[in-house]
């Protein structure tokens, strides 16, 4: 938790707009097995948004917010999970979801990557309607001061708008593995994509 608190201030410092807490990770295996994947424990949730707080209080950096990226967490710990960062007055943005940890896949006879008895985070396109479930549910849990950022498989325009139509307070996208397969050009055909059918739905309209 000290590290999350040392590093939201160093990152703070630099003047930027936002900061995201990724308590979907740090999913690391060390000699005793997996480490805990900070958005899955409630309390430790609880802990390092209150370090943050206190290392980057809101005086000091008023142009800065703070977002906290979650796990898809299962139903119980994902309402307690809300409800921490909506009492801990660090957090003004939540993005859901980071990777499902502790997929596997073959790669011919091995396991795609090492770490892990290869284990690894599941993303893409599998992740969206999880990630989508994660993010309905928190339209509920979550006060309408805090935004939505809306991750998990946005690979084309319509995925954008399936995310915003969920609520209000899902105020943007972010596009991690459709970059990583098909580069930065991705960005504009996805807003290209976006952008027409948001055109033919007014047109239809009209």
Request: glycine share 10%.
């Amino acid at each position: 938790p000290e590290e999350y608190a040392r590093l939201a201030r160093f990152v703070m410092d630099q003047d930027v707009d936002v900061v995201e807490l990724n308590l979907g990770c740090p999913n690391v295996w060390g000699k005793d097995g997996q480490k805990p994947i900070a958005s899955y424990e409630p309390r430790m949730v609880e802990n390092i948004l209150e370090l943050v707080r206190q290392g980057c209080n809101s005086s000091t950096f008023p142009n800065t917010r703070i977002a906290a990226k979650i796990s898809p967490l299962p139903p119980s710990v994902l309402k307690e999970v809300a409800a921490a960062i909506a009492e801990s007055g660090t957090v003004d943005i939540v993005t859901a979801t980071n990777t499902q940890p502790n997929g596997f896949m073959w790669n011919g006879q091995k396991p795609a990557i090492d770490p892990g008895g290869g284990l690894a985070g599941v993303a893409g396109a599998a992740l969206k309607p999880t990630a989508m479930g994660v993010v309905k549910q928190l339209c509920e849990f979550l006060p309408g001061n805090i935004d939505i950022i809306a991750a998990g498989g946005v690979e084309t325009g319509q995925d954008v708008l399936d995310y915003l139509r969920l609520g209000l307070q899902v105020k943007a996208v972010q596009v991690v593995t459709a970059h990583a397969n098909r580069g930065p050009q991705v960005f504009d055909e996805i807003l290209a994509q976006f952008a027409a059918i948001k055109t033919q739905g007014q047109t239809a309209r009209t």
